[in-house]
């Protein structure tokens, strides 16, 4: 049976690409890296590394395996500090991917508090409304807006949210609006490059797709809340974007319904491959609670 010391020696090995370099990152001698290396693919009952005279390269098993250990031993790390200080405290940096709105109205109001908690982790928050691809563009995890496509992410639910139509008290004593779906087309609107095409439903319950008159394109929601507010044209918004704003008088849901398909959930989602992991959990445990009493609206 292989030990925790023969996986920390192994991930050292496959870090420095080679047996020596490895067992220096550890501080043992090369010979007792190699017999543990030894001793952990007998256990395994698998070659971990393609070996030359020149180099060590991890086979396709290896890497598996490597990616797998790396987060065991980084969540094993983690649970030991966490007894020894008595605090779940973390370190380390964390990179998170969200919509401008969700990281303004959501995250950074409470976020303040949660630095204090552990001051050691640093933040990286790519605040964009695209879809963000984790492994591609190199993210922890992520707080997404709608339907998930199905994947092999950990998702947890945030939040209930759906999207509605707005505009200001302005922009509609300025145009003669009926809460006609089909009328709301003839009218300027604002948009996210995006949010040109779009599905309503009619009088009689039936889809009809149009492209609407947008006069001005915006290319991110916050942006998007402060042209609707001046009167710009109409625009979608998820109602928890705006909360304040209809709360306020400042925008108004036009036309309840129209929108085909409205439901817009929030999400906390990131990959169980993640070397994150005991970040990632702590982190998503914070952002429910940025949410909370958000569950239904």
Request: proline letters at 4%; glycine letters at 6%; a positive charge.
């Amino acid at each position: 049976m292989y030990s925790i010391d023969d996986l920390k020696t192994f991930v050292a090995i496959a870090d420095a690409q080679g047996v020596t370099a490895g067992a220096k990152r550890v501080g043992i001698s090369p010979a007792t890296a190699s017999h543990r290396l030894n001793k952990l693919e007998i256990a395994l009952k698998l070659t971990l590394f393609h070996r030359n005279s020149r180099m060590l390269r991890l086979t396709d098993e290896g890497q598996i395996f490597f990616d797998r250990t790396r987060i065991i031993l980084a969540d094993l790390t983690q649970a030991e500090r966490d007894a020894g200080s008595g605090l779940a405290q973390l370190t380390g940096h964390l990179r998170v991917t969200m919509s401008p709105w969700v990281l303004s109205r959501f995250i950074l109001p409470g976020l303040p508090k949660f630095r204090a908690q552990h001051p050691n982790l640093t933040f990286e928050f790519l605040a964009v409304d695209r879809f963000v691809s984790l492994s591609a563009e190199g993210q922890d995890c992520a707080i997404r807006v709608g339907k998930l496509a199905d994947s092999a992410m950990v998702a947890r639910k945030l939040s209930d949210n759906h999207r509605v139509i707005c505009a200001a008290p302005e922009f509609l004593a300025r145009h003669n609006l009926t809460q006609s779906a089909t009328d709301l087309l003839q009218h300027p609107w604002v948009c996210l490059p995006w949010q040109t095409r779009l599905s309503l439903c009619d009088a009689k319950g039936r889809r009809r797709d149009a492209t609407v008159k947008s006069n001005v394109l915006v290319s991110n929601s916050d942006m998007l809340t402060d042209a609707a507010v001046q009167g710009l044209g109409l625009a979608i918004k998820s109602r928890l974007a705006i909360q304040t704003e209809l709360e306020e008088g400042r925008l108004i849901e036009v036309a309840p319904g129209s929108l085909w398909e409205a439901e817009a959930p929030i999400w906390f989602l990131f990959s169980p491959e993640s070397r994150a992991g005991q970040k990632n959990k702590i982190f998503g445990e914070f952002v429910s609670t940025c949410f909370a009493g958000h569950t239904r609206n």
